[in-house]
């Protein structure tokens, strides 16, 4: 495979992108189309360029610019409030796996990616980061404000954030410094002063209560049920069938003696008048504005509330008005508020098939009349007369006509676009990138992977249908021609990235598919296999790992039993040790009484410098929710076992 930049080709084009085409001369014309991968997927850093395979021929390189669409003239709100300089998350794919570090405004890296995952800056100057899997705070330099050591950190609310570790839910100041001197059960942000918080009472059963800025119990715990405070005031559930209205100093409002009383909106609250009955609405002194009459009811938002009126948990939801007037009849599978007087109203893409998914039109929520009937296959609520859609191709911003907006860009792929600070950052196809506002990409995540001269990973894409989507690893720079396209041609089929098809209804199921380098020494690589396979319909999917472990020399997989000396019992000593582990070892008090028999030969796992590790399939052992159990051996306990001279251990010692 010929690789030929096209960098040069693009200086000084700034009126827009550079695309190219690429054809092969069939001895009539210039009729044979070679495919390329999507353009965000075949570059590293600032490289543009075609491949052309390595076979004998004519080729022929069509470029040309491809127009930038206007720019969107911002309302005057949206520019006052930008700073100077505002740092944005960014993933970076690496050889020691994904890391999060932070760009500026013109992409480049301003925080290195150290990252498990980052999140963005607050009005404080301060962001959330996690390193395996606990969370810490840093400031715009990098610096630890916080360190790592919360399971959990919500961002800042009026001042404080909500954290929590194994000890339980508390409060941390701009300082790091804990506010309550309690843990709890739950603690949620705060709102207007107060922040509801649960404690598990002596009969076992949680109650709610209220902490004030300070983190001092205001409102002890004594709420079956109770909700944040909005315009001055929360609902409580003070017993079974009775709910009330309370200040933020306690005093109740107003009663309300029904079987169930939801949260209130515009000044309305669902409730049903019987026991697992219809539902209406009541005014906030308890009096009947709506009948009990839907067999669901959301809360009321800008003088509108969803309803449904479907029997046996189906599917009919319209939009209603204050006087329980339907503005939208109540025939949709689906009817979504987005705000600035905007609903999406949707329908199943296959009608025998409802649960894969909505397409949806846009309607006008004071009217019901509908703006635009382009089918759309997902969409975000409106901000400031944008909202983030994508249809079957592509994604983008729609205006408040539901057409698609000037504001660009315009994206292959499916995912969503937000605003931040000054750039657009595009999440897309699970993979990032960042834009300004003319629609010009200033950063995209690397789809190369260097490992050490002459070797890297490239990341490629397969994409037949919008239910299927793996991204599979190429690896470069080995030697031999056949030995390179052996290799790849089984990294693809192990990655699921072939003979899927154009999807429809008669495929039952969607995919996801990824990798990462897990470990690279030598001539060793290792790589993460990872997918997830939803079949339509069933309460989760499956996910699946594989680990390859590929000499880039000569191109071998290796398998576990390539790592010890023929004839050698590895089998029983490995099961032996990890028997030992799941007795022994409390974190491992998940595994299935009785289920662990041992290991197989040919038993998954993968290595790193220091120890294997064999792992085990969700459901065979351990409950779903515990993943993939896995049990690290250093190599000190089994060095007797091991092939020294063998071509696996030699391949990364």
């Not at 709890?184 to 059963?205: P, V």
């Not at 009349?369 to 729609?398: C, E, M, W």
């Not at 897309?428 to 834009?435: F, G, K, M």
């Not at 060793?524 to 319909?537: A, D, I, K, M, T």
């Amino acid at each position: 495979m010929l690789r030929i930049k096209l960098n040069e080709l693009a200086k000084g084009m700034d009126s827009g992108p550079l695309q190219a085409e690429v054809w092969k001369w069939d001895g009539i014309g210039w009729n044979e189309a070679v495919a390329q991968q999507e353009e965000d997927f075949i570059r590293a850093d600032d490289d543009l360029f075609v491949t052309i395979p390595a076979e004998e021929g004519l080729y022929r390189i069509d470029y040309s610019i491809k127009p930038l669409e206007p720019l969107y003239l911002l309302t005057e709100w949206e520019g006052s409030g930008l700073r100077a300089e505002v740092l944005h998350p960014a993933p970076f794919k690496l050889k020691e796996g994904t890391l999060w570090g932070y760009i500026n405004n013109e992409g480049r890296t301003v925080i290195e990616p150290r990252y498990d995952y980052a999140e963005d800056f607050q009005d404080n100057g301060l962001a959330i980061v996690q390193r395996r899997d606990s969370s810490g705070l840093i400031d715009s330099s990098g610096r630890e404000r916080v360190k790592p050591v919360y399971s959990f950190i919500a961002p800042f609310a009026e001042g404080l954030a909500v954290v929590s570790d194994a000890k339980g839910y508390t409060f941390i100041d701009e300082k790091g410094k804990e506010v309550t001197s309690a843990r709890y059960d739950y603690l949620n942000s705060l709102h207007e002063g107060r922040a509801l918080f649960s404690k598990q009472s002596t009969t076992g059963n949680s109650r709610y209560g209220y902490l004030n800025a300070q983190g001092k119990e205001v409102l002890p715990p004594v709420y079956l049920d109770a909700g944040d405070f909005m315009n001055g005031t929360a609902l409580v559930k003070v017993s079974e069938g009775e709910y009330a209205l309370i200040d933020p100093e306690g005093n109740v409002l107003h009663t309300y003696k029904h079987p169930f009383v939801g949260y209130p909106g515009d000044g309305l609250l669902a409730y049903q008048e019987t026991e697992n009955g219809k539902y209406g609405y009541l005014n906030l002194d308890g009096s009947v504005a709506i009948k009990p009459q839907f067999t669901a009811a959301l809360p009321f938002s800008e003088g509108r509330a969803v309803i449904n009126t479907a029997e046996d948990y189906g599917n009919a939801y319209g939009l209603i008005d204050k006087q329980g007037k339907q503005i939208v009849p109540a025939t949709y599978y689906e009817v979504l508020q987005l705000g600035e007087n905007r609903v999406a109203l949707g329908t199943p893409v296959y009608a025998d098939q409802p649960y894969r998914g909505s397409r949806y039109v846009i309607a006008d929520a004071g009217t019901g009349r509908i703006l635009s009937n382009h089918p759309l296959l997902g969409v975000n609520n409106y901000q400031h007369g944008l909202a983030s859609v994508y249809d079957a191709k592509d994604t983008y911003f729609i205006d408040k006509s539901g057409k698609k907006a000037s504001q660009p860009p315009v994206i292959a792929g499916a995912g969503t676009l937000s605003f931040n600070g000054s750039l657009i950052r595009a999440d897309i196809d699970q993979r990032t990138a960042y834009y300004d506002r003319k629609g010009k990409q200033v950063w995209r995540q690397n789809g190369v992977i260097p490992l050490r001269p002459p070797y890297s990973v490239l990341e490629k894409k397969y994409k037949p249908n919008r239910d299927y989507l793996v991204y599979y690893p190429v690896i470069e720079g080995i030697a031999s021609t056949e030995v390179s396209r052996a290799v790849n041609d089984k990294l693809r089929s192990l990655s699921l990235a072939e003979g899927v098809g154009s999807g429809g209804p008669a495929q039952d199921f969607s995919y996801t598919g990824d990798f990462a380098v897990e470990f690279f020494r030598k001539n060793l690589l290792v790589l993460e296999l990872s997918g997830y396979n939803f079949p339509f319909g069933a309460a989760h999917g499956m996910p699946t790992r594989n680990y390859v472990h590929i000499n880039l020399r000569s191109g071998r997989f290796y398998t576990l039993s390539d790592l010890f000396k023929p004839g050698s019992k590895y089998v029983e000593k490995l099961s032996e040790i990890v028997g030992k582990q799941i007795a022994t070892d409390p974190q491992y008090s998940y595994v299935f009484p009785d289920t662990y028999k041992g290991i197989t030969a040919d038993q998954p796992f993968y290595v790193d410098e220091a120890a294997l590790y064999l792992y085990f399939a969700p459901y065979e052992i351990a409950p779903y929710a515990a993943g993939f159990p896995t049990f690290r051996i250093p190599y000190a306990e089994i060095m007797g076992l091991i092939s020294t001279e063998g071509d696996f251990w030699q391949s990364f010692h």
